[in-house]
């Protein structure tokens, strides 16, 4: 989809326009558009409320018809109703079967932001399975954005839309897709291939490297699967003066049956239990298509989590490449594993200055806080920004306490840790205690997507099944800091 910034008069404009009105408005709409509009709300009982909306068809001008969707009050109005109303625009077009429109973006750079963030997270739909055209989703491919006067900020509000939006949608069609396809092997092709494409140096261990390195906990979790297990660490160097870096590490356990401790029930979403390593292949992709200043390594340890005779048992006790020993309390939490021997290989051969990492890690996490909120527990002291950015953004994250006194909680009676809780309350907290442990002295932030990762239905502007939550937070957290 394009979206181009305009000036001028949007009324001397062909086709379709989308405009967007609070409920005040209405009582003194624009003067341009009171003969057009006026009637048809009165006929419509349009109020302006929020998302609600109304086509009204145009005679004698040269557009054709007008949508008009509702803002709610004034007062109350941000970035989120701003995009959820763009969604609601952008879905009234793809019902008349409209690939294009001209819209009002204001003033504002944040509106132009919004709006923009908006109309490319609803054009989205995963039809790729979809044999029957009629089935699929009509996707606008150009948009006319009219403002005041095109300002630089504008432009590049534009530009930065475009590519984290972009890099949203690549990661909500790998989160998607069907696990048998995005297996472990494809994610590590996929690496090699944006190796290439964007120059990022690649470091890609296969189960033979993982075995010399000695990384058991990732190998561990993968033995009962046929796809192998791989680390996937690619490189952007956009501040090559710099010595900070960043590590962002994602979960990517490709496929969760919950291994012999198999899932009795919602498993059949567990092909979204990628979700994290999606995150940071779609975060390294945008920092390198905006080039970014930063220095930026992206970390998934990817694996499928399977049964079988081969599969790892409870009770094993593994080595990780830390040198501590877990003994496998529960099979079913395999994320941590794989993060922890990804998150110690990190610290010991690149030494990042922080990590944040990335995880639908515990069904705990959902408990506490929903399906709108991620967790966030972190060592460091960026975790404020990090919070601050996803609000701006859209996606929601609650800091969550690490208290010293649940490390208790994580204590093995046979060896240097257990993997799961010896409580059956504040799992999110203990899995995140557990991981503390391979991440040394480094300053350290654990983000739990386990709801905000994935939805069962289309809410606003998330598509059913993957979310791409993550991406925007972590780039415009990149952006700003
Ligand atoms: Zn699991």
Same mark, same amino acid.
């Given at each position: ?85 763009? *969604? ?28 923009? =963030? ?16 009629? *089935? ?92 192998? @297990? ?9 501040? @090559? ?14 496929? =969760? ?91 010991? *051969? ?65 060896? =240097? ?65």
């Amino acid at each position: 989809m394009k979206i181009n910034l305009r000036e001028g008069d949007i009324y001397k404009g062909k086709g379709s326009i989308l405009l967007f009105l609070t409920e005040e408005q209405i009582k003194n709409l624009d003067s341009k558009l009171v003969d057009l509009v006026d009637n048809s709300i009165h006929i419509g009982n349009f109020k302006g409320k929020k998302y609600e909306s109304l086509l009204v068809p145009v005679v004698g001008r040269s557009f054709d018809r007008i949508v008009i969707v509702g803002l709610g009050k004034r007062e109350e109005l941000n970035n989120e109703i701003f995009r959820r109303a763009a *969604n609601a625009g952008l879905q009234a077009f793809s019902k008349l079967k409209v690939n294009e429109f001209s819209t009002f973006a204001e003033y504002d750079v944040d509106i132009v932001r919004a709006l923009s =963030d908006g109309f490319r997270l609803s054009n989205y739909s995963f039809d790729k399975y979809k044999t029957e055209k009629d *089935n699929k989703f009509i996707m606008i491919q150009k948009i006319d954005m009219y403002v005041h006067e095109i300002k630089d900020d504008f432009k590049k509000a534009v530009e930065f839309s475009e590519a984290t939006c972009e890099a949203t949608n690549f990661v909500r069609d790998l989160q998607t897709d069907d696990a048998d396809v995005v297996n472990p092997e494809y994610l590590a092709d996929l690496a090699k291939s944006m190796s290439t494409k964007y120059r990022l140096h690649l470091e890609l261990l296969d189960k033979a490297d993982l075995k010399r390195k000695g990384l058991g906990l990732l190998l561990g979790v993968g033995q009962g699967s046929r796809f192998e @297990p791989h680390l996937i660490i690619l490189e952007y160097k956009g501040d @090559p003066s710099s010595k900070e870096q960043i590590a962002i590490v994602g979960k990517g356990v490709t496929y =969760d049956t919950g291994g012999l401790d198999i899932k009795l029930r919602s498993m059949k979403e567990m092909n979204t239990d990628m979700s994290g390593a999606a995150v940071v292949l779609g975060v390294i992709r945008a920092a390198a298509e905006l080039k970014l200043k930063k220095n930026i390594l992206a970390v998934a340890p990817v694996v499928e989590n399977a049964v079988g005779t081969k599969a790892y048992k409870p009770g094993t006790i593994l080595d990780s490449y830390l040198g501590k020993t877990v003994e496998i309390g529960n099979t079913d939490a395999e994320g941590r594993l794989a993060l922890a021997d990804a998150m110690a290989y990190v610290v010991k *051969n690149y030494k990042p200055s922080r990590i944040v990492d990335f995880a639908t890690l515990t069904g705990s996490i959902v408990a506490a806080l929903g399906e709108d909120y991620a967790g966030l527990f972190s060592t460091d002291k960026v975790a404020d920004k990090i919070i601050e950015a996803g609000d701006y953004v859209g996606e929601k994250v609650w800091r969550m306490p690490l208290p010293e006194e649940y490390n208790e909680l994580l204590k093995s009676k046979i060896a =240097d840790l257990n993997n799961i809780s010896s409580s059956n309350y504040g799992g999110a907290i203990t899995a995140a205690l557990f991981l503390k442990n391979f991440v040394g002295e480094t300053p350290w932030t654990h983000i739990d997507i386990a709801g905000t990762a994935r939805g069962s239905k289309r809410k606003h502007y998330w598509p059913v099944y993957g979310t791409g939550f993550g991406v925007r937070l972590m780039l415009e957290w990149l952006r700003k800091n």
